[in-house]
């Protein structure tokens, strides 16, 4: 199995078998990861790619899923939806509002919730709830993104007309 196939199925089901079991982060590995996160935000704010791309591993074998569902696949398609939907953007801010850490072997997944406030050019200010997970390794002494998916979640079913 894929490296990228078993990150995935790894962070869907870890969280939930994390809390029967100790997985939790020494307080400095802790901070690294809150660290990580802050730089995705401030790339984010700055519209800035190439620094979201510092954030990520060079191997090929990153993927992005972005919140509608695509799926990038290597550095170059994953860099390219980023200039995309900063392009896009005049303006974006992000605020996490929750997320947890657990360790998988040398590395973390995550998983939380981060609200977006944004201005896509020519529309109205909207705000936006993501929901992700991500698989994240020490590469040369820095920690990077692996893999990345983040969505916006699915609105209830309407109830059944009586």
Known sequence: MKLATRILVLSLFIPF???????????????????????????????????????????????FIQPAGQLMKGTEEIRKSWTDFFAALEWIHGEIKDVSYFREGDGVIAVG??????????????????????YRRKENSKWVYVFRHAHWPVAPPAPPAK
């Not at 400095?28 to 660290?35: K, P, S, V, W």
Request: glycine share 2%.
């Open 17 to 63: 078998a994390a809390s029967g079991q100790s997985r939790s982060l020494d307080e400095r590995t802790a901070a690294q990861m809150r660290e990580l996160d802050r730089k995705l935000l401030e790339g984010h704010e700055k519209l800035d790619a190439e620094l979201v791309m510092s954030l990520f591993t060079r191997e090929a074998d990153a993927f």
């Open 113 to 134: 919730t981060v609200v977006y406030k944004r201005k896509i050019k020519n529309r109205e200010a909207e705000e936006k709830l993501v929901v992700w997970t991500d």
